[in-house]
């Protein structure tokens, strides 16, 4: 591969350099972290592939969802993908969790930190505005998903910045 630091090095630049806190999780090519956004800190998981030349970042939902309403967290879900241009919702019917997941692949670039860091905020952002919607559907799964989707004082406030802490 071409590039001379390794994607996990520069994962780690990118946080540094958005002075994020994070945690590196043993043998693997992973650090996680935590970022306060408008409605909910948000669990995040960032995983190099260095074979691949890609990054992954991952955020996870702050609460599980519950079995009945499994079914309208998926549909919401679904029309929400169709409206995204990068990254991609999911949700786990095992154990109940929902992510948000955004992947490149990089080149030997001189913008890769910037990149991340692009990745991440995404991730954030993109976990925070679902957040209140899917809150609405734990409260009432036969609600009228087309009509929840449609509220426009659910969304939150554009932030520039994140403030994150380790557990």
Do not use: C
């Amino acid at each position: 591969m071409p590039n001379t630091k390794s994607l996990l090095i520069k994962v780690k630049e990118s946080f540094d350099s958005a002075k994020w806190q994070f945690r590196e999780v043993p043998e693997k090519k992973v650090i996680e972290s935590e970022f306060e956004a408008h409605h909910a800190k948000i669990p995040l998981h960032v995983q190099a592939f260095e074979e691949l030349g890609a990054v992954s970042v991952v955020s996870r939902l702050s609460f599980t969802v519950d079995p009945a309403a499994q079914a309208s967290i998926h549909d919401a879900l679904m029309r929400t993908n169709i409206a995204l241009t990068i990254g991609n919702f999911e949700a786990n019917p095992e154990n109940g969790e929902v992510y948000f997941r955004i992947t490149n692949v990089f080149s030997d670039g001189q913008r890769d930190v910037e990149i991340i860091t692009s990745l991440v905020r995404t991730a954030i952002v993109e976990m925070d505005r679902i957040t209140p919607y899917l809150a609405e559907i734990m409260r009432d799964p036969n609600q009228s998903i087309s009509n929840l989707l449609a509220r426009k004082d659910l969304l939150p406030e554009i932030k520039s910045d994140f403030d994150s802490e380790a557990k």
